[in-house]
């Protein structure tokens, strides 16, 4: 054998005892597909006003979801120094359509929120699905919303009908928080599902769906507060609830905790004047 041969052999042997440590290391711990990335990043930007319009532009994007009937409110730019954007499910009023809520659904965005907003139903599926397809388009490196979500704080809200389909969906061990404006479950039995910190916003000439809430509140066993708007119909309770909804949101969902005397507090923003409020189980 000639010495160029010999050399080569011993070469050849070098590198598969080489690359037996790496072999045993990767029958231990085979390689893995892709996970869902960690929920969470870097806090929203502060605002010292939550009646007004937050830090970022507002794109929406229509004919969206995971049956292409929804809206997404969202920044413009997502994911901007490294923000993972608390998600917000909106419900419609019964024969209301996301359209009917731009303004809110803007205000919302502005703050930060991804918002997705369809069509309501009693059931409230759509709502559960949205946060399945929300979920999914964090997770795939195809989606616009890839790992710029935080999937770990998400909230459900509605008007009216849509309060009711949030009733529906509170039990549901993704959802951070949720808020229900005019809309009061219909037989005192919604409260059964909540699980978590839970808003009731009603209007003080809501004749209708004001005393359902009266009646939900006095049935919730969990974290519940509620005001009564003066001089709110059950039209405009959402548009004039609508800071309330922006600072529950920043409170419950971006961590915000020292937004917690707006809300319990016997000092509070949202009491005395113009509100007529109650909290318990906190």
Same mark, same amino acid.
């Given at each position: 054998?000639?010495?160029?041969?010999?050399?080569?052999?011993? *070469? *050849?042997?070098?590198?598969?005892?080489?690359?037996?440590?790496?072999?045993?290391?990767?029958?231990?711990?085979?390689?893995?597909?892709?996970?869902?990335?960690?929920? /969470?990043?870097?806090?929203?930007?502060?605002? #010292?006003?939550?009646?007004?319009? /937050?830090?970022?532009?507002?794109?929406? %994007?229509?004919?969206? /979801?995971? #049956?292409?009937?929804?809206?997404?409110? =969202?920044?413009?730019?997502?994911?901007? @120094?490294?923000?993972?954007?608390? $998600?917000?499910?909106?419900?419609?009023?019964?024969?209301?359509?996301?359209?009917?809520?731009?303004?809110?659904?803007?205000?919302?965005?502005?703050?930060?929120?991804?918002?997705?907003?369809?069509?309501?139903?009693?059931?409230?599926?759509?709502?559960?699905?949205? !946060?399945?397809?929300?979920?999914?388009?964090?997770? #795939? +490196? =195809? #989606?616009?919303?890839?790992?710029?979500?935080? &999937?770990?704080? !998400?909230?459900?809200?509605?008007?009216?009908?849509?309060?009711?389909?949030?009733?529906?969906?509170?039990?549901?061990?993704?959802?951070? &928080?949720? $808020?229900?404006?005019?809309?009061?479950?219909?037989?005192?039995?919604?409260?059964?599902?909540?699980?978590?910190?839970?808003?009731?916003?009603?209007?003080? %000439?809501?004749? &209708?769906?004001?005393? @359902?809430?009266?009646? %939900?509140?006095? @049935?919730?066993?969990?974290?519940?507060?509620?005001?009564?708007?003066?001089?709110? +119909?059950?039209?405009?309770?959402?548009?004039?609830?609508?800071?309330?909804?922006?600072?529950?949101? =920043?409170?419950? *969902?971006?961590?915000?905790?020292?937004?917690?005397?707006?809300?319990?507090?016997?000092?509070?923003?949202?009491?005395?004047?113009?509100?007529?409020?109650?909290?318990?189980?906190?």
């Amino acid at each position: 054998m000639s010495f160029i041969q010999m050399t080569r052999k011993a *070469l *050849l042997l070098g590198i598969f005892l080489g690359l037996l440590p790496l072999q045993a290391a990767m029958a231990v711990n085979p390689p893995t597909d892709p996970e869902e990335p960690p929920p /969470g990043g870097n806090p929203l930007p502060p605002v #010292s006003r939550v009646d007004a319009d /937050g830090p970022y532009a507002v794109i929406i %994007d229509t004919r969206t /979801g995971p #049956s292409r009937a929804g809206w997404v409110a =969202r920044p413009t730019t997502l994911g901007a @120094n490294g923000v993972a954007h608390p $998600i917000f499910i909106w419900g419609p009023g019964a024969a209301s359509r996301p359209s009917d809520y731009e303004d809110h659904l803007r205000r919302i965005a502005s703050h930060g929120f991804v918002v997705y907003s369809e069509v309501s139903s009693n059931s409230g599926d759509e709502m559960g699905e949205a !946060i399945d397809w929300l979920i999914e388009q964090n997770s #795939s +490196s =195809r #989606s616009p919303y890839y790992q710029k979500l935080d &999937t770990s704080k !998400i909230g459900a809200g509605g008007h009216s009908r849509g309060s009711v389909a949030t009733f529906a969906n509170a039990s549901d061990a993704r959802l951070t &928080t949720t $808020i229900h404006v005019a809309g009061g479950s219909f037989d005192g039995r919604g409260p059964d599902n909540l699980r978590r910190p839970a808003a009731f916003i009603c209007g003080e %000439d809501d004749r &209708t769906a004001t005393p @359902n809430c009266e009646r %939900d509140y006095r @049935n919730a066993r969990t974290p519940v507060w509620f005001t009564v708007i003066d001089d709110a +119909s059950h039209t405009s309770t959402a548009r004039d609830g609508l800071a309330v909804i922006v600072g529950w949101l =920043r409170w419950q *969902l971006a961590g915000e905790t020292e937004r917690r005397t707006m809300f319990i507090d016997p000092s509070c923003d949202f009491c005395g004047s113009g509100y007529e409020t109650q909290y318990k189980n906190w």
